[in-house]
């Protein structure tokens, strides 16, 4: 089956600390791959995407790059700040199966002064 | 810009009492999800619709229904609640082929 697995959290780290947030994929299709950010109380925000193999999708400084090889989507950022603390969802999507996300279980990120 | 808005914000019911949820996709957005999201967990896919009819079925209790109107607003209907359906729920819309899926801000229900 279709399936997102994420390393556990929760990760923390100090202000302007490099970020890595591993995450692999299981798809019997070519999916789109997504990381969605969910602050405290607060809804899904889409983070940034790929659609294809070797995309690099990027925002407010986290980048992502869909590898196909590894069946990776890894989350990184060079330096972190403390309102990046959230729970950061990795997710696929594939186009034959009506485009319905599958989540990873997500990994919480807490940035300290 | 518009987004997706959801109705109530906030929900508590007793057990075996039912709950209407809202869900006021996009304009011109054609496609509606559902998503349940229990304390600590992954969202997980409840239902979708393309163009009012049902697209897509995930695991939706029995209990639970949903429809789309002619409007394009969608309502999920939950009957016999039990403690284990709190969660907060999630709607989104996207346009069909455009994986630009924009998520509410949720429905948190209570079940007491």
């Known amino acids: 089956g279709n399936s997102v697995t994420q390393m556990e959290g929760p990760v923390t780290l100090s202000e302007e600390a490099f970020l890595t947030i591993n995450c692999t994929y299981t798809a019997t299709g070519y999916p789109s791959l997504f990381w969605y950010v969910q602050y405290p109380g607060e809804g899904l925000q889409l983070l940034l995407k790929?659609?294809?193999?070797?995309d690099k999708g990027s925002n407010k400084g986290f980048e992502a790059t869909y590898r196909k090889e590894t069946t990776s989507f890894h989350l990184e950022k060079g330096s972190v700040q403390v309102s990046d603390s959230a729970v950061y969802f990795c997710a696929l999507a594939l186009r034959n199966q009506g485009g319905k996300l599958i989540f990873g279980q997500g990994t919480e990120l807490s940035v300290k002064p | 810009a518009a987004g997706v808005i959801q109705s109530p914000r906030h929900l508590i019911k007793e057990k075996r009492e039912t709950a209407t949820l809202k869900c006021y996709p996009i304009p011109r957005h054609d496609t509606v999800y559902w998503y349940q999201q229990g304390p600590g967990q992954d969202p997980q896919f409840l239902i979708s619709?393309?163009?009012?009819?049902?697209?897509d079925k995930g695991s939706i209790p029995d209990r639970f229904s949903a429809q789309q109107f002619s409007d394009y607003h969608s309502e999920l209907n939950m009957s016999s609640l039990e403690l284990g359906d709190s969660a907060l729920y999630f709607c989104?819309?996207?346009?069909?082929?455009?994986?630009?899926?924009?998520f509410g801000s949720g429905t948190r229900l209570t079940v007491v």
């Open positions: 790929a659609t294809k193999a070797d």
């Open positions: 989104a819309s996207s346009l069909s082929g455009n994986y630009g899926y924009t």
């Open positions: 619709f393309y163009e009012k009819m049902q697209s």
